[in-house]
């Protein structure tokens, strides 16, 4: 039972975005599902994101370039939630980490995708 217990925390935080919403959690905001606080422009860079991902399905060179842009978006998020919650601006980290889950999303779509076309870097 306590190994358990421990493999979660471990797995929380050692995760960035898991991580995030952890302490969100500890400041008692749980992120709900529904995108109401997200603006049209953000929705628009996530389809366009997506709409490129469904463009470049037969393009290594291009999936490795969007697996680079994501991941560069991503350590970019790490490094303002972090500095969010170094200065106590939980709001700005809720912000962040909203944006962050979407950036995961398109993380694990691209990861799937690479390993579906055994793309190996």
Do not use: C, W
């Amino acid at each position: 039972m306590l190994s358990s217990l421990v493999n979660k925390a471990y797995s929380t935080l050692s995760h960035p975005l898991k991580r995030g919403l952890y302490m969100l959690k500890l400041n008692d905001i749980i992120i709900s599902e529904e995108t109401d606080n997200l603006n049209a422009e953000f929705l628009m860079e996530i389809m366009e994101k997506n709409e490129e991902i469904e463009d470049a399905l037969n393009n290594e060179e291009q999936i490795k370039k969007l697996v680079e842009e994501n991941e560069s978006v991503l350590n970019e998020l790490i490094i303002q939630v972090s500095n969010a919650f170094r200065q106590k601006d939980i709001k700005k980290a809720e912000s962040l980490l909203i944006k962050m889950k979407y950036y995961d999303t398109i993380h694990n779509r691209l990861k799937k995708l690479k390993h579906d076309l055994g793309i190996i870097e």
